[in-house]
């Protein structure tokens, strides 16, 4: 199949193209800015905020998968406009779409589906739409929850790089690696799922294959089967990088993040995976897909990130 990736230049977007590519099909993403390096995928430029580019894009797929988004909870709150307008308008536009052509579609949507953030409320209200538009229209579209994604190539924030939005293990992992006390909201006793970005991917393409051949399944959520704490994940992070002969981080403790709710669990029930033929037991395991990224932030560092004072290796 020809697919279409909405966001396929993001950070699960470029993995969900790996891993289309592996499967036999061939990745077409849509993109609203031109990118100065060059892409092993066809890239078409559009907007999913604009209907007749989403219905030209589709006019060209056999399938798609819409990932694109405006992310973020304490990035989005103060003003909701934009994420709304891109969130809500763009899913509509991706409905319409893969209604018009008749095309079998995935949809991602948040783990954090119950809390009342500008990115939940909006991913979910998509996700609402879906199962109306399968329900009355006809549609063939998978809806895949995710938790925490985690992995190599993942955008670290200011001060370590260009990413707009903070993400807990790239903001962990610079931090550890440059000598800089760790920060956890709430003190990171919140219990919130992690995933390996490549677990995501999988989960995504084997539910647009089972779209694609007619089946469409109740919402699949991809998370481990054992629930961790934000403060365990840094915990492992900071032990990883002092096992790699840099000094042991410190931990603080911040006021919870507003749009966010501490006493809510973000998890993941990973017994809807075989819906789409994936063995929840062949998820990556946290600490062993952790040292994979820690090592690989260790790689990249002045390349796809920067630490303000170089790399602190202990004494």
């Not at 990224?293 to 170089?310: L, M, S």
Request: with cysteine; charged share 20%.
């Amino acid at each position: 199949m020809k697919v279409g990736v909405t966001g396929g230049r993001g950070f699960i977007g470029t993995y969900v193209c790996e891993e289309l590519a592996q499967r036999g099909h061939e990745p077409v993403v849509l993109d609203r800015h031109r990118q100065p390096q060059e892409s092993p995928w066809e890239v078409v430029l559009g907007d999913v905020r604009d209907a007749t580019a989403m219905m030209e894009f589709a006019a060209h797929c056999d399938a798609v998968i819409h990932l694109a988004a405006v992310l973020g909870t304490q990035e989005t709150i103060r003003n909701p406009r934009p994420a709304a307008e891109t969130n809500v308008f763009g899913g509509l536009n991706f409905l319409a779409a893969i209604a018009q052509y008749e095309l079998p579609g995935v949809y991602i949507c948040v783990g954090n589906h119950t809390m009342d953030n500008c990115y939940s409320i909006s991913k979910t209200t998509v996700e609402r739409f879906v199962r109306m538009y399968n329900a009355e229209h006809g549609t063939r579209v998978n809806c895949v929850r995710v938790v925490n994604a985690y992995g190599p190539r993942q955008l670290a924030a200011a001060p370590f790089g260009s990413g707009k939005v903070r993400k807990i293990t790239p903001a962990v992992v610079c931090r550890a690696l440059s000598g800089m006390p760790v920060e956890l909201y709430g003190g990171g006793h919140q219990v919130s799922d992690m995933v390996w970005v490549g677990d995501v991917a999988r989960a995504l393409v084997s539910a647009l294959e089972t779209a694609q051949a007619g089946r469409i399944v109740d919402v699949v959520e991809v998370g481990p089967t054992r629930s961790t704490t934000i403060r365990h994940a840094a915990e492992t992070i900071i032990d990883l990088v002092a096992d790699r002969g840099f000094g042991r981080a410190s931990i603080v403790d911040l006021p919870m993040r507003p749009g966010e709710d501490p006493a809510t669990p973000v998890r993941a029930d990973a017994q809807t995976l075989p819906a789409i033929g994936i063995d929840p037991a062949s998820l990556r395991g946290l600490t062993d897909g952790l040292a994979e990224t820690v090592d690989w932030f260790i790689k990249t560092e002045g390349e796809h990130w920067t630490a303000p004072n170089g790399l602190r290796r202990a004494a």
